[in-house]
């Protein structure tokens, strides 16, 4: 299982598309063309659900 550190978030650069790098136990990092966002993936009632936790500021990427 991945672990996500300051030098991967920081190294992690936008594309076209966005893609994910997970952080482990449901935490992803999706990195969109105009933005990082944290997310978090989990079940609830058998069925997945994903709650947006926040951006990671632009200014250093």
């Known amino acids: ?8 978030i ?3 650069q936008p594309l076209a598309k966005e893609y994910l ?3 482990g136990e449901g935490l992803y990092l999706r990195v969109r063309p105009t933005a990082k966002v944290w997310v978090y993936r989990y079940k609830q009632l ?4 994903k709650l947006s936790l926040g951006t990671i500021p632009s200014y250093r990427w």
């Open 1 to 8: 299982m991945g672990q996500l550190n300051d030098l991967l």
């Open 10 to 12: 920081k190294a992690a």
């Open 21 to 23: 790098l997970t952080g």
């Open 46 to 49: 058998g069925k997945e659900a």
